[in-house]
């Protein structure tokens, strides 16, 4: 194998003077700091040049951290390796897989070691990149392991390349235990792999300052035994003190237990209606039979984090609101554990901090639902690869009940159930669409958080705000109808926003009139009886659907153009006053394109072979 001249001094583990390679170290990675820092043009926050960090793995042998410069329009990735054997794959792929993956490599044929920018096939057979793009910085051994620092751009526009973008990327990486005599004869099935799930653009948002008079709460489950099961959602109830008065949350954190940062994958914080005076205490598994059914009315959501997500801030001028007359006591906490390794015996107490105040802020900040109703008129056809469904918030409606200045929208949660792979709402202003609200190209639903907007975005009074969810339902063979289970489907985006308004749901769906047409045009057109008797459910009678592609197509025109039934709803379930059956599509004449991705004006290296790096351990 050819390798190129340029190489980078790579000193493993310290040698027999900790006290001298640490020193010799640190100034090192002091100098490369101040190189990095002013390369970020401003970018990094003081605290640290790496202010994002996740565990790749769950024995914590992979720790990743890194940083974004908008500026420059690239990631600088910082991975720590803790007992390094023979190399290293790391890199992102559409959905977590490692076949068609956009990938980095480090391994060593028993002599020497190389580092390389690769991609594998549909087969997972592994490929040199013949356009370089991922650019070692700097590889040296600390007494923690080994530390790669690498950056590469946003875009390459290199077809084999993965575009980073706005939203969640599936992130995998590989463990090579093996000396390999090429990139080509590593065999990825026979790796110890994985995948990890972050968001990597974080927004540049200014810090708020936090109120001096400022208090915390944490909400966080006590000793709880993780089950030795790859996935694990638990609950639990706490309550606020008795006489608890209206206060305003400003930020909240994550507290993860020390050693589980692994395991706890994300975590939210729901206050319970306040319909009911009292809610047993419980916890457990979200999904134990002996869970009371009242904790199902634990829904309003106060705080969310997910992995890699630091903490959350409310702009200056809002805050959320808790306690005091007409608010619920009871918070439920649920925790997601993600222990694919079964580890048995681990306890954890892990939880989410508020920050609050009792100094009221000018707006109340609010949360709305935007998207489909929660019902089985909409439907995904079974062996469907990219089934699109679109709920719609009106201009009727947002004319009733925004007030003349509008609210101000600065997060967003998107929300599916398990088919979903897509989701976005856009800002529609006299027929055009504006700007997206928020956008994620590769949703997935075990990846939830609250996500600060990059700008605000502003609706007024008229504004149509339209929310499209793809889903993949390839696996299923029965239609997959809107509900509440968690085989039903959703889709919606949780904005929050202020000021506060009565509006709190502003969703669609077809008109149920409209579908039992359908139903009765694919029974005259299929020599299969469909069922339409007027005692059949819907689920039941999207079941005796055929799914043929007349089916299939009928079903996608009527999504589009039948009229819908919309939810103008105030927060006590009731409508505003109007007529909201049987209204008309909104009107769009003009859609925004997808993004042109910025391709890098700097040459991409083109080596004849990969980098030489020198894995001599200092003496």
């Not at 707006?363 to 935007?370: N, P, S, T, V």
């Not at 469904?389 to 997060?411: E, M, N």
């Not at 700008?455 to 696996?475: A, F, P, R, W």
């Not at 969703?507 to 299969?528: C, I, M, T, W």
Request: aromatic share 10%.
């Amino acid at each position: 194998m050819q390798a190129t001249s340029r190489r980078c001094r790579w000193a493993s583990i310290p040698g027999p003077n900790m006290r001298e390679a640490a020193s010799m170290y640190g100034t090192a990675v002091a100098i490369f700091l101040v190189i990095l820092v002013a390369a970020l043009q401003g970018s990094v926050p003081p605290e640290s040049p790496f202010p994002y960090h996740i565990p790749l793995d769950p024995e914590g042998t992979l720790e990743l951290s890194w940083n974004v410069s908008y500026v420059q329009e690239d990631v600088h990735f910082q991975l720590l390796v803790r007992g390094l054997k023979a190399g290293v794959l790391f890199g992102m792929s559409d959905r977590g897989e490692l076949e068609n993956a956009d990938l980095v490599v480090l391994w060593t044929d028993g002599g020497r070691s190389y580092f390389a920018d690769a991609w594998s096939d549909q087969k997972g057979r592994i490929h040199l990149d013949n356009q370089q793009d991922y650019q070692l910085l700097q590889a040296q051994g600390t007494p923690d392991g080994l530390v790669l620092l690498f950056k590469r751009p946003f875009a390459t526009c290199d077809p084999k390349d993965y575009l980073i973008e706005d939203g969640t990327v599936h992130l995998v990486y590989g463990i090579l235990e093996e000396p390999f005599q090429s990139l080509e004869a590593i065999n990825i099935s026979s790796l110890h792999t994985g995948l990890q799930r972050v968001q990597l653009l974080k927004p540049e948002v200014p810090t708020p300052a936090v109120p001096a008079d400022t208090r915390t709460m944490e909400i966080r489950a006590p000793d709880v035994l993780i089950p030795s099961e790859e996935t694990t959602y638990w609950c639990y109830i706490t309550e606020l003190p008795q006489g608890f008065p209206r206060h305003h949350i400003v930020m909240y954190e994550p507290i993860v237990t020390e050693g589980n940062e692994a395991l706890v994958h994300h975590m939210e914080v729901f206050q319970c209606a306040a319909t009911f005076e009292s809610f047993p205490h419980f916890s457990g598994p979200c999904d134990s039979k002996m869970k009371p059914q009242r904790l199902s009315y634990c829904r309003h959501v106060l705080a969310a984090w997910a992995l890699g997500a630091k903490a959350f801030y409310y702009p200056e001028e809002a805050g959320l609101a808790f306690g005091g007359p007409g608010s619920s006591r009871y918070l439920r906490l649920e925790v997601h554990y993600h222990n694919p390794l079964k580890i048995p015996g681990r306890r954890d107490s892990s939880g989410i901090r508020l920050y609050y105040t009792a100094t009221l802020r000018r707006f109340d900040a609010g949360i709305m639902e935007l998207g489909l109703v929660y019902t089985p008129v909409m439907a995904i056809p079974p062996k469907e690869t990219a089934f699109v469904l679109t709920g719609y918030c009106t201009d009727k409606c947002t004319q009733l009940a925004l007030p003349s200045s509008g609210v101000h929208i600065f997060a967003s949660q998107l929300h599916t159930h398990l088919t979903g792979r897509k989701v976005v709402t856009v800002l529609a202003r006299d027929g055009r669409e504006t700007e997206i609200v928020n956008r994620d190209n590769h949703y997935s639903p075990h990846f939830q958080e609250i996500r600060m907007l990059k700008k605000v975005v502003s609706v007024h009074q008229g504004d149509v705000l339209i929310t499209s969810c793809t889903y993949n339902t390839e696996d299923r063979k029965l239609a997959t109808v809107g509900g509440f289970g968690i085989l039903e489907e959703m889709c919606v985006n949780y904005v929050h926003y202020y000021p506060q308004t009565q509006l709190e749901l502003c969703k669609s769906a077809v008109d149920p009139g409209f579908l039992q047409k359908y139903f009765h045009l694919v029974n005259r057109f299929n020599s299969e009886d469909v069922c339409t008797c007027p005692q059949a459910t819907v689920p039941q009678q999207f079941a005796s659907v055929p799914w043929n592609s007349f089916s299939r197509d009928v079903l996608r025109a009527l999504y589009a153009f039948a009229p819908i039934s919309m939810h103008c709803n105030k927060s006590s379930a009731v409508r505003f006053q109007g007529e909201w059956d049987l209204q008309p599509l909104p009107e769009i004449v003009s859609t925004l394109e997808e993004p042109t991705p910025h391709c890098p004006t700097r040459g991409a290296q083109s080596p004849a072979g990969p980098m030489v790096v020198n894995m001599a351990v200092a003496e």
